[in-house]
């Protein structure tokens, strides 16, 4: 049986204008200047409803919603897909993914939501009846609960700045060395954002488990997010990831159920109402349109967790695999790519300006970033930033330890050149030289040295400079 947490206070309404391209509907919250005088009564109307809701759900014995969200629904088909930026490449068009042009990414420290790229397993969720919409807390707790949208605005809302990464980010390079399976991303499966939204920590305490818990008192030591979408990869149910109980009741370790993106309501590529940050890892573990959260023994069962996204060697392919030998990868290794060049291009020669991104997992800052114009053999060390008019310092209490930095640097280009970065982080690990050291069957965490490859920069003009 379910239970509805009544919230005290007036709470933590978040307040936004309408994002772009994006209409998701009349349930979502109305911009700052027509909310100020409704906000009270939308919250305790959306409580009420709430709470008669399950009151007849408790009557009807209908405590365990058996996965079915009310308000929130996942379509059966690609009829009902939002509308996208149409200067996103498109990777796969149904499930819909895309990433940005890499020229984006260096254009502002904070990816606009429109070029933020688009992971999918399935068709996009629609947020039916924002009142009805809930997320039960099940498993190994003493009393499951339900919680509205109007109990997690009531909650302290934090913002987390944080860059999310596909796995899959560069897997095209990766795919060049020997066959590989999985959307062929180039180097744009990536984006920062200002995320908005309650601690999972806090949100855990209204199911009776601590702050810096591991276990509970019935022997939960995982938590596990359960999306409303459809994915073929688990016969149509939906998608699904954990992660340890430590790291989501750590109020530091920043894992957010978030309804906001750079302060703007969720999206629906992005998954409004409400979606899981869990910073510093793969984007896999941060799931979209989140319906349910159960308190697990052991992680997460589903396909993305036990055969998906996990790192084998080189000598492993499919005829051999044993996908039991490894753990679900987390944590994503020091990275970095040039963005104002092709992997292929042509400048002229002289001066040119070279920039792109770096960044690591579990919240390790980046302490330098090399660039070379001849291969490798000699390196110059670029300049690295995040927010404007703040010096950036590797693990810095005003550097932003989830995000990627950005660097540039200024250098004199030879002829034919071949351009290379490299970064080293806060944890003194260094990108690996070369792409076939680390290549694996499912082309993910390709971390190798940034390669670009200059022809004919003594005929023609500068470039995409």
């Given at each position: 049986m379910y239970s509805t947490i009544v919230?005290?206070?007036?709470?933590?309404?978040?307040?936004?204008?309408?994002?772009?391209?994006?209409?998701?509907?009349?349930?979502?919250?109305?911009?700052?200047?027509?909310?100020?005088?409704?906000?009270?009564?939308?919250?305790?109307?959306?409580?009420?409803?709430?709470?008669?809701?399950t009151r007849l759900r408790e009557e009807?014995?209908?405590?365990?919603?058996?996965?079915?969200?009310?308000?929130?629904?996942?379509?059966?088909?690609?009829?009902?897909?939002?509308?996208?930026?149409?200067?996103?490449?498109?990777?796969?068009?149904?499930?819909?993914?895309?990433?940005?042009?890499?020229?984006?990414?260096?254009a502002s420290y904070i990816t606009p939501v429109d070029f933020f790229y688009k992971r999918n397993h399935g068709p996009i969720p629609k947020v039916d009846d924002l009142i009805r919409y809930?997320?039960?807390?099940?498993?190994?707790?003493?009393?499951?609960?339900?919680?509205?949208?109007?109990?997690?605005?009531?909650?302290?809302?934090?913002?987390?700045t944080a860059t999310l990464q596909c796995a899959g980010n560069r897997r095209t390079a990766?795919?060049?060395?020997?066959?590989?399976?999985?959307?062929g991303?180039?180097?744009s499966a990536l984006g920062t954002a200002t995320w908005g939204g309650a601690k999972l920590c806090d949100v855990l305490e209204l199911v009776g488990i601590p702050k810096l818990s591991s276990v509970t008192s019935l022997g939960g030591k995982h938590v596990e997010f359960v999306s409303v979408d459809k994915c073929k990869e688990e016969n149509g149910g939906p998608y699904t990831a954990s992660i340890p109980l430590k790291q989501a009741a750590d109020p530091d370790a920043d894992v957010l159920l978030a309804y906001e993106m750079n302060g703007e309501t969720l999206n629906r590529d992005h998954g409004y109402p409400l979606r899981v940050v869990v910073p510093g890892v793969i984007g896999a573990r941060s799931v979209k349109w989140l319906d349910r959260i159960n308190i697990i023994?052991?992680?997460c069962q589903g396909f993305f967790t036990q055969k998906d996204y996990k790192m084998f060697p080189p000598s492993v392919d499919w005829d051999n695999i044993n996908w039991s030998t490894r753990r679900p990868q987390m944590d994503f290794p020091v990275q970095s790519a040039i963005c104002t060049l092709e992997d292929v291009d042509v400048i002229k020669e002289g001066k040119a300006r070279i920039a792109g991104y770096a960044l690591s997992g579990g919240g390790r800052g980046i302490e330098r970033v090399d660039v070379s114009v001849d291969g490798g053999k000699t390196w110059v060390?670029?300049?690295?930033?995040?927010?404007?008019?703040?010096?950036?310092?590797?693990?810095g209490p005003q550097s932003d330890k989830w995000a990627w930095v950005l660097f540039e640097a200024t250098l004199d280009i030879p002829p034919n050149a071949e351009i290379v970065?490299?970064?080293?982080?806060?944890?003194?690990?260094?990108?690996?030289?070369?792409?076939?050291?680390?290549?694996?069957?499912?082309?993910?965490?390709?971390?190798?040295?940034?390669?670009?490859?200059?022809q004919n920069s003594s005929c023609v003009g500068r470039s995409k400079i």
């Open positions: 919230s005290s206070g007036s709470g933590g309404l978040a307040l936004a204008d309408s994002p772009p391209l994006e209409d998701v509907g009349p349930c979502r919250r109305p911009p700052r200047r027509h909310r100020l005088p409704n906000i009270l009564r939308r919250q305790q109307r959306i409580k009420r409803s709430g709470r008669r809701s009807r014995g209908e405590g365990d919603r058996g996965g079915k969200m009310p308000g929130l629904t996942a379509p059966s088909n690609y009829a009902e897909e939002p509308p996208r930026h149409p200067a996103l490449k498109i990777n796969s068009k149904e499930p819909f993914n895309a990433e940005p042009h890499r020229s984006a990414l260096v809930s997320v039960s807390i099940s498993g190994l707790v003493n009393k499951p609960i339900q919680i509205s949208m109007a109990d997690i605005w009531a909650l302290p809302k934090y913002t987390v990766m795919s060049k060395v020997r066959k590989v399976r999985g959307v991303w180039g180097i023994e052991e992680e060390e670029a300049r690295r930033y995040q927010k404007d008019n703040v010096p950036y310092v590797s693990d970065a490299k970064a080293v982080d806060s944890a003194a690990n260094v990108q690996p030289e070369k792409v076939e050291d680390i290549w694996n069957l499912r082309g993910i965490l390709n971390t190798s040295w940034h390669r670009i490859k200059i």
